[in-house]
């Protein structure tokens, strides 16, 4: 879904979750692209309305992805 089609609140919810995740741990996420830092960030929000965890490794185990060091199913 494109932010277009959003309503303003989930629009913000995505800023918010956004920014806390790259201050929080910022070094995961140096070198990707925007689009691959929203792909995460968007995963991330996924698992916790699945009632998973936010943990450093589940942030890292996505940006490791993105960048190709690992296969999706290694962290399924």
């Not at 699945?50 to 996505?62: I, K, N, Q, R």
Request: hydrophobic share 40%; glycine share 4%; with cysteine.
């Amino acid at each position: 879904m494109t932010d277009s089609l959003k309503n303003p609140a989930e629009v913000e919810v995505d800023l918010v979750v956004t920014r806390d995740l790259e201050d929080r741990w910022p070094e995961l996420f140096t070198g990707l692209s925007t689009t691959q830092r929203r792909d995460v960030v968007t995963r991330v929000i996924n698992e916790w309305c699945a009632g998973l965890p936010v943990t450093y490794e589940a942030v890292l185990a996505h940006t490791e992805e993105k960048r190709g060091l690992i296969e999706p199913p290694e962290f399924l």
